[in-house]
């Protein structure tokens, strides 16, 4: 199977009413989470933002609430610094509602992953019992690994995030830079909730070990998808399904590589016990005539 015809098998599968069904979970979720964080942040944000930069463009005093978070006190003295000179005011202003339209973006993105991990099984198990109820599926890992690898994804995004500090400053590349991170963790989350699905860890290794090029091809094709602002709350589950496919036609074909050796063992087995027949006829022959 090509991937054209993959594409074209999980565009199908997606749009069946109980895909559909599915799909609103992540979406529902996610609008719910970011609409919370959206209002418990403009207590703190988006106008005391802009009352700091004022003041601080006009030499007034700062005073920074106590009780506000440390992210808020980080970002006021970083604001200060840049709104201090009128160089770097215009320069701040633009880059503060842009990087902060990204922020939002890219944060979406991140937490529907998080929560489309827990709807994988699902919809992993209503691709198989629909397309390739004849494999058995060996997933593998316990309740501990998807937390581990998030975790460890997380760790290693924060990382480059800040070793790619000095590139945000150079345009086009800042692009590049700031999405490297956040793609890692797309890809690891996505790939890894997958594969502990459907495949045990020697079937995961013997596929990604030939395959691993076009699955990162795959899951950035996704990400760039994800990049239409909000979509990735509608087809997280898109996503799922057609990796699913993907590393499901791969698990297929391996099987079917094996099936001709067994055939082949089953064909000597049984012209061996033809060849024996005979034989054991004129035995029995030789024995009745005694």
Do not use: C
């Not at 463009?57 to 604001?79: C, H, S």
């Not at 209503?126 to 975790?151: D, E």
């Not at 999405?179 to 909730?193: E, G």
């Amino acid at each position: 199977m090509n991937e054209i015809e993959i594409f074209g098998k999980s565009i199908k599968d997606f749009f069946t009413s109980s895909m559909l069904r599915i799909a609103l979970i992540p979406l529902i979720v996610t609008m719910i989470v970011i609409y919370i964080l959206f209002f418990t942040a403009a207590d703190f944000g988006i106008s005391s933002l802009q009352e700091i930069a004022q003041a601080s463009q006009n030499g007034e005093e700062i005073i920074i609430d106590e009780n506000a978070p440390f992210y808020f006190v980080w970002l006021t003295y970083l604001i200060v610094f840049l709104f201090k000179y009128s160089f770097t005011a215009s320069l701040a202003g633009f880059l503060l509602y842009t990087i902060g339209s990204i922020v939002v973006l890219q944060a979406s993105v991140l937490l529907t992953l998080v929560v489309i991990g827990f709807l994988t099984p699902m919809i992993l198990a209503r691709v198989h019992r629909r397309h390739y109820s004849h494999l058995t599926l060996h997933g593998h890992g316990n309740l501990m690994s998807p937390l581990w690898v998030l975790l460890k994804s997380s760790l290693i995004m924060i990382i480059l995030f800040v070793v790619l500090i000095p590139v945000y400053f150079i345009p086009v590349l800042n692009i590049i830079a700031f999405s490297f991170p956040i793609y890692y963790f797309f890809h690891k989350l996505l790939n890894y909730d997958v594969a502990s699905t459907l495949l045990s860890k020697e079937e995961f290794h013997t596929i990604y070990k030939k395959e691993s090029t076009a699955f990162r091809l795959r899951t950035l094709f996704l990400y760039f998808i994800s990049m239409i602002p909000f979509i990735t709350l509608f087809t997280a589950v898109f996503y799922i399904i057609y990796l699913g496919h993907a590393y499901l036609t791969k698990l297929d074909e391996m099987y079917k590589l094996d099936i001709p050796n067994s055939n082949l063992n089953e064909e000597k087995d049984n012209s061996q016990a033809n060849e024996d027949k005979p034989k054991a006829l004129e035995n029995q022959k030789l024995l009745e005539d005694k």
